[in-house]
């Protein structure tokens, strides 16, 4: 017959392991984790279990209001600007999420010299190219 202590030890290392593999995704936000293989799970709003040491958080995504500040030398002046976007599908933007940033500051740039100087035409371009990576550009504002 196991003591009172030991099962108040067992009781508490028990709750402790639970209070670790317990973790609450806030609302707008979505979690990439991998696993110890290589497997990747994307998990959104609300409670979930991970597990401690076979799976680990890669990235925690925003799903709304991101924002990249653009700003950049061009023939007739500085291209200054922001880029709105959304992310639509977690899952396909885990891959570029870290770099989603870098990308657009080197493409709008590039795609303003092409001829797609408006902003309207600047969305379209953006949104051709990033929505297969689940990424929506809302907005192009330059200025």
Do not use: W
């Amino acid at each position: 017959m196991p003591t009172p202590m030991l099962l108040l030890t067992l009781l508490c290392g028990l709750t402790a392991i639970l209070l670790v593999c317990v973790r609450r995704i806030p609302e707008g936000q979505a979690y990439t984790l991998r696993r110890v293989d290589g497997h990747m799970r994307t998990v959104g709003a609300g409670v979930h279990v991970v597990l401690p040491l076979i799976e680990r958080v890669a990235h925690k995504i925003r799903l709304f209001g991101n924002v990249v500040d653009i700003a950049a030398p061009a023939a007739d002046g500085d291209l200054r600007g922001r880029v709105y976007f959304q992310v639509l599908d977690a899952k396909r933007a885990d891959a570029v999420i870290d770099g989603i940033a870098d990308l657009l500051r080197a493409r709008v740039p590039t795609l303003a010299t092409q001829g797609a100087g408006d902003a309207a035409s600047l969305k379209v371009e953006l949104n051709r190219e990033l929505n297969p990576r689940g990424v929506l550009v809302t907005r192009v504002q330059l200025g």
